[in-house]
Structure formats: C-alpha cells, structure tokens
C-alpha cells in the first residue's frame, strides 16, 4: 500500500472551501506587470498581500473537528480499501493559515498521522495544501483553484513513490454543492502513465 497517498487523501477528505464560491472566483487576482501603479499604490498593494483576504474568509468554513469515512485503491485491479478519518484546524500566524491535524485509521488496523497547512495566496490566486506525516520525511504540496459553475476544487499535487521512484500525479476533485458534508473522488497516475480511481469519501462536520 502507498502510506502516503492515504495520509494526503484523507487530509483532502476534508471539506475544503463550504463557502460560498461566489466569494473566491475574484480574491487575490495579482497585477500584471504592464499595469502601471505609483509608489504609493504599490506599496499599497504588496501591504494587501500579506493581509487576509476573501480567499481566506471562505477557508473559514474549515475550522473546527470533522469526521469521514471512505475507501482507497492502491492500483486499478485492487480491492477498496476502507478508511475513517478525524481532522482538527484552527488558525494561526493571524489568521493567514488553518493548522490541520489527520488522524487515519485503515480496516488492516494501519495508523496514520499527518500535520498541514492550508492558505490562500493571495498573489498567485490559489489554494495551497502543505502535509507532512510519519510515513515519509518529504513534505507535500499541492495546489487547488475554484471553479464556481460546478462548485467544485479541482486540487493538483505529484510525490515520488520511494518504491519505485516513479514520480505520482494526483488530481482530485471535491464536489461542495451540499452544506456541511463534501464528497470528494480522488485520481492516481501509475507507472503506465494510467489513471484510476484512488480515492472516494465523504466527510461531516461535528462541531466548530
């Protein structure tokens, strides 16, 4: 079993961004560097990027314990895995990013842990996902945008399997149309250059 991959898919299990898209399709758009600004406005502006802002607030709708369950596959041919999941966040550095503690538990009895951080940046205009857990001394990340017709996250991230040393894509795409629960399906990119289904779950918010 890649150890890794179920660390990273059940931090996404999470319901990322509940709130409302209508908030983040405009947050953060950065400058282009033809767009004339004077000092004053310049300055102005680098100050606002270091500030909070929309792309945050919707982060809001993360804060507090959740619970899923779900499964994994490993590879194309493999039997579902079974999974459940507890996740704590709460903000921290001021409110810029929600610190996140994942706690897995496979059927086979194996026990995951992992410590994230997630935030907005606000020059690029995405979401970023860092995790780290005992599975592996690398650290991850990944990166995700709103597209608000569907109102899903599309997140996008790649790891090495120490295995193989086959650098894996992973795509995954969580579906927010449904207050308080989130279900996300989760893609894997093999070896063989072949996609497949690694990850389908949901989770629900107990309390914040």
Known sequence: MNHRFVIVAITLLAPLLA??????????????ATEA??????????????????GHEVLEALVGTWEGKGS?????????IPITATVERHWVLGGRYLREEVYVRS???EVFEALGFIGFNNEAAQYELLTIDNT?????LETGKFHPDSKKLMIRGSFRDPATGFVIDRRTEMDLSKEGRTSVVGYTTNEEGREFKSLEGAVTRLKK
Request: glycine content about 8%; proline content about 10%; charged content about 20%.
């Open 37 to 54: 600004r004077s000092d004053e406005d310049l300055d102005s502006w680098i100050a606002g990027l270091a500030e909070p802002g929309d």
């Open 72 to 80: 994994i596959w490993d590879s194309p041919e493999s039997e579902p």
């Open 136 to 140: 592996s001394t690398a650290m991850l």
């Open 107 to 109: 059927a086979k009895g």
């Open 19 to 32: 709130a409302p898209v209508s908030s983040v399709a405009s947050a953060g758009q950065p400058a282009t």
